[in-house]
């Protein structure tokens, strides 16, 4: 019997990946649920390919115009996700979405016993702990999608908890590892979205060339993997060839390695702890990957990796006021109205005025990230 699968996010870079791992392993996955927030078009396109028996548009109304096929359910609104992600045909859930919008379908999710193969590293970042809550209750499991940790997943697969000793989450420095502090304050939208390594979705490309995708991930592994925040490094490799270090309690540290593509990861998450063939990834060629390297992160030039880490320790409501305020800064800085520099300085003003709560309820993580919202739209105009 085949898994079936729901793609949230299905219009969006994970997500079109997602759909062509998944047409490589159609005797083992089949795809029951899609969604997106307002690419219709491609919705439609993804619905007639796969069959997809449930189709959600998030800013979408449930008309006519929604039509996706005469056998597909459709929905709309922020709760198609939710639907998309509980249905009774879907065991496992790929959570592509970007931002804080992807948090109640993970929830829900794993309390519906679902395996979510999460990309929406901002769950986790937002509401780690209510996440282990969930899945503790429902049954559910979480396996990552983001390469650095699905790296660490396939190091520490089989080994015993305890004989993990440190992670080294590499980062490939961005765009704009070589240049000073004064040059990166007024760096381009455009130079910002070119990536050296990897072809992403505008939000994660520009916290990339900040660094605070890389500070998303510390936290995300920490809740993954039951780290410590000191026991979790980052190191520069620009040529993003391996993906991450697992060093263990004898001193004896794995690695994983490959060239830069999502789909392996995808699969991964997937299959895990099976590995099937056909990853559709190029064979590794340690001669064609060439000289490996690896520096330290400039903090100087990159104050956002640092404001991410120190709400990550500060804990409770803390970082999902860095996810929210920091997804306005993005969004304000893609639409032109504040400079690069000045994202980790609106990021800063909403930390230091924020008064940390526990965050023990889903609504007062919620209110924490409206509340961060309101404050960095306002300093962002
Ligand atoms: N891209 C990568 O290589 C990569 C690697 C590791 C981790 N990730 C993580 O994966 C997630 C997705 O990244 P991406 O690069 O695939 O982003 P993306 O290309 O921008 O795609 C985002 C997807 O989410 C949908 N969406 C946007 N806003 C939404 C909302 N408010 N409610 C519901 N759906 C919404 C989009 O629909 P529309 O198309 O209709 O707008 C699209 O399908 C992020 O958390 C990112 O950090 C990405």
């Given amino acids: 019997m085949s898994v079936g699968v729901a793609i949230l996010g299905s219009t969006g870079s994970i997500g079109t990946s997602t759909l062509r791992v998944l ?5 083992r996955f089949r795809v029951v649920a899609l969604t997106a927030f307002g690419s219709l078009e491609r919705l439609r396109e993804q619905a007639a ?9 998030v800013n979408g109304r449930n008309d006519a115009s929604l039509d996706c096929g005469e056998d597909a359910v459709t929905g709309v609104g922020a709760d198609c996700l939710v639907d998309a992600a509980t249905h009774p045909d879907v065991q496992t859930v790929v959570n592509a979405v970007v931002g804080a919008a992807g948090l109640r379908a993970t929830l829900a999710a794993l309390e519906a016993g679902k395996r979510v193969a999460l990309a929406n590293k901002e769950t986790l970042v937002m509401a780690g702990d209510l996440v282990a809550r969930a899945a ?3 049954g559910g499991e979480i396996v990552p999608v983001d390469s650095e940790h699905s790296a660490v997943l396939q190091c520490i697969t089989g080994q015993a908890p305890q004989g993990v000793r440190r992670l080294i989450l590499t980062a490939s420095g961005g765009p704009f590892r070589n240049r000073s502090a004064e040059e990166v304050e007024h760096v381009t939208v455009d130079e910002a979205l070119a990536h050296p390594t990897w072809d992403m979705g505008p939000k994660i490309t520009i916290d990339s060339a900040t660094l605070a995708n890389k500070a998303l991930e510390v936290i995300e592994a920490h809740f993954l993997f039951g780290l410590p925040y000191d026991a979790i490094e980052v190191v520069v490799h620009p040529q993003s060839i391996i993906h991450a270090f ?9 690695a994983q390695v490959g060239f830069p593509s ?5 699969l991964y998450a997937l299959t895990h702890p ?3 063939t056909d990853a559709g990834v190029p064979r ?14 400039r903090h100087d030039v990159f104050p956002s990796f640092r404001l991410g880490i120190e709400a990550g320790r500060a804990g409770g409501t803390m970082p999902a006021v860095f996810n929210a305020a920091n997804e306005v800064a993005v969004q304000a800085f893609l639409e032109r109205r504040v400079g690069f520099g000045q994202m980790a300085r609106v990021v800063e003003g909403v930390l230091a005025s924020h008064d940390r709560m526990e965050a023990l309820e889903v609504d007062v993580v919620l209110e924490a990230d409206r509340w961060a919202r309101e404050r960095a739209e306002a300093a962002c105009c």
């Fill in 23 to 27: 047409a490589r392993q159609r005797e």
């Fill in 246 to 254: 697992a060093e263990f309690v004898d001193g004896s540290v794995l």
């Fill in 274 to 276: 099976e590995r099937v």
């Fill in 49 to 57: 390919a796969t069959g997809a028996a449930f189709v959600g548009l």
């Fill in 262 to 266: 999502m789909e392996l990861p995808i």
């Fill in 136 to 138: 503790e209750r429902g």
């Fill in 284 to 297: 590794f060629d340690p001669v064609a990957a060439g000289p490996l390297t690896f520096e330290p992160l």
